[in-house]
Nanobody
Framework: QVQLVESGGGLVQAGGSLRLSCAATRSILSSNVMGWYRQQPGKQRELVATITSGGSTNYADSVKGRFTISRDSAKRTVYLQMNSLKPVDTAVYYC??????????WGQGTQVTVSS
């Protein structure tokens, strides 16, 4: 089973930037969707952004224009560049991979904290 290893979380001031990385420990079926989700205390996990193996992207309205998802298939890694961060972006961020619409793995989560 593929495992996802995340890195890049931390504490940043409002208006700052962070880049999250998520590396798969083994090859994934070429037709897949990788994405980032986040979960705030007491709330359900929500979609942040996804990217297909072909490079098509999808973003939550709340992060459009601020966050950019990208991937390096050769490195089996997906990235989330987060700019103009706001305190409401504070959450645990999880990496995810789906094949044919089915989740095959979640990362362990990385904390992002944005101070005002």
């Amino acid at each position: 089973q593929v495992q996802l290893v995340e890195s890049g979380g931390g504490l940043v001031q409002a208006g700052g930037s962070l880049r999250l990385s998520c590396a798969a420990t083994r090859s994934i079926l070429s037709s897949n969707v990788m994405g980032w989700y986040r979960q705030q205390p007491g709330k359900q996990r929500e979609l942040v952004a996804t990217i297909t193996s072909g490079g098509s992207t999808n973003y939550a309205d709340s992060v459009k224009g601020r966050f950019t998802i990208s991937r390096d298939s050769a490195k089996r890694t997906v990235y989330l560049q987060m700019n103009s961060l706001k305190p409401v972006d504070t959450a645990v961020y999880y990496c995810n991979v789906q094949i044919f619409g089915v989740t095959v793995s979640w990362g362990q989560g990385t904390q992002v904290t944005v101070s005002s």
